[in-house]
């Protein structure tokens, strides 16, 4: 597993996976209302424009067919006195009227242009001098003239204003054809863009729901094998997941507490082992050199010696020692403990000592010359509250963490069995002692 740090916490990476997909939802949201407002513009411009002008210029048609039929009756009927042409009359200049407003009405929505509305009410306009006329004629009683005027020149009006009107009828129907066809392609654009977005949108969640289940998921399963692992026995299995988020966190507290429960195991074996190894002899140096090798092979010192007060009680003389030559070592003397360390050594406390003071070297001048450690871990015995015995284990090298908390948990064995083995070793000598002198006696009795 990469132990690439990955600093981004769980909750960041869920927020930032939802914060993506509604960005997403919000940009289909912009672009559904941007684009229906382009279509209400083509809706809007056809409606207002092109359909406007549409029925615009058909009401103009309509007007001006109308005028034409209605100053085809004042020309063509002679049964019509002027009191029966006035409602005609009038009819005829509502239609004019109407014809006007629908003229305005193109000019202010007609797209094309202007010359096209220009012309035709042009034309509008000189007919209405031919229909004065042609009126006129009428109500002088000119039926003729009148009739004349209207049939070589009202009809060639009518169809010329026709075919102008026509000309913005045809412009208005191809605009909106085009408007028509331009929201056909909007619509499409639409539709391509939010299947698009929605595509992306569908793989990006999977893609992010795959990516933040397997950031989480992987964490936490080599986790489980770790502890799996670490179930099993293998007391070396650690998670190598390192980062600031909460798998991290746990992983980090996973391994302080693999690393305390290893520690302890490995403290009560190596007390067990020990506590075994003490037990395994009675006679004094067979025992100090099974106990030196145990605190060596426990601790991971280089050299290992043991000082026993001698029987003046004056003196700690070297006993045994494993690394060192024993000849090499001298005696220090119980007047000599001073100091601090020295003072901290007889209230029986296990020292270690990370840097060896000069005062600690004058303290204790048993060492040989050519070495030279840089720490040294102390060990004194007590009997009735008076040190009898001091072990001493040194290093080039820092100690094991563990090696203090050893010693601390074996202090008191240590010194019951040394205390046992002492006392086993006197009386083993005051028997010899016995046992000489009850030979001698019985010699002399015999004598």
């Not at 929605?198 to 986790?223: D, E, K, M, Q």
């Not at 770790?226 to 390192?242: K, L, P, T, W």
């Not at 003071?357 to 871990?377: G, H, R, V, W």
């Not at 007590?382 to 284990?393: A, R």
Request: hydrophobic letters at 40%; one cysteine or more.
């Amino acid at each position: 597993m990469s132990k690439k740090p990955v600093n981004i916490s769980i909750g960041a990476r869920l927020y930032a996976g939802f914060g993506i997909i509604m960005l997403l939802i919000v940009l289909i949201a912009f672009l559904a209302f941007n684009q229906s407002n382009r279509l209400w513009k083509f809706t809007s411009d056809l409606y207002e424009h092109p359909l406007q002008v549409s029925k615009a210029t058909r009401d103009i048609k309509n007007d001006v067919n109308s005028i034409h039929n209605l100053i085809k009756d004042i020309a063509i009927d002679n049964r019509l006195n002027p009191n029966a042409l006035y409602p005609i009359i009038n009819q005829i200049n509502e239609k004019e009227a109407d014809a006007i407003k629908s003229f305005d009405l193109v000019y202010e929505r007609y797209l094309g242009q202007k010359s096209h509305i220009d012309s035709a009410f042009a034309t509008f306009k000189n007919w209405k001098i031919l229909r004065d006329q042609i009126i006129e004629h009428r109500l002088k009683g000119d039926n003729e003239q009148a009739y004349v005027q209207y049939r070589i020149k009202n009809q060639e009006f009518r169809d010329k204003l026709f075919s102008q009107v026509q000309v913005m009828v045809d412009f208005a129907n191809a605009k909106a054809d085009t408007y028509y066809h331009s929201a056909i392609a909007e619509k499409q654009k639409i539709v391509f863009w939010i299947r698009v977005i929605l595509a992306g949108l569908f793989i990006l969640t999977l893609s992010l729901s795959y990516l933040i289940l397997n950031s989480i998921r992987r964490p936490v399963r080599a986790l489980a094998q770790v502890a799996d692992q670490f179930r099993h026995g293998n007391f070396d299995a650690r998670s190598e997941y390192i980062s600031t988020n909460e798998i991290g966190l746990l992983s980090a507290s996973f391994n302080e507490l693999a690393n305390s429960v290893q520690q302890q195991i490995i403290l009560n074996n190596s007390i067990n082992e020990l506590t075994q190894l003490l037990t395994s002899e009675n006679e004094l140096r067979p025992f100090c050199i099974e106990m030196l090798n145990a605190l060596i092979k426990i601790t991971r010192a280089e050299v290992a010696t043991i000082y026993l007060l001698n029987e003046k009680k004056k003196e700690f003389e070297p006993y045994e020692t494993l690394g060192l030559v024993n000849e090499s070592l001298k005696t220090f003397a119980v007047k000599n403990l001073a100091g601090k360390q020295c003072i901290e050594l007889v209230n029986s406390k296990s020292i270690s000592v990370s840097s060896i003071p000069s005062e600690t070297i004058n303290c204790f001048k048993t060492l040989a010359l050519d070495y030279d450690p840089q720490e040294m871990i102390t060990i004194p015995i007590l009997e009735d509250q008076k040190l009898i015995s001091v072990i001493m284990l040194c290093s080039k090298t820092s100690f094991p963490e563990t090696s203090v908390a050893i010693i601390e948990k074996i202090h008191f064995i240590l010194t019951a069995r040394i205390q046992g083995v002492l006392a086993f070793e006197k009386i083993s000598k005051i028997s010899q002692t016995l046992n000489k002198q009850f030979s001698e006696l019985e010699e002399k009795t015999k004598e």
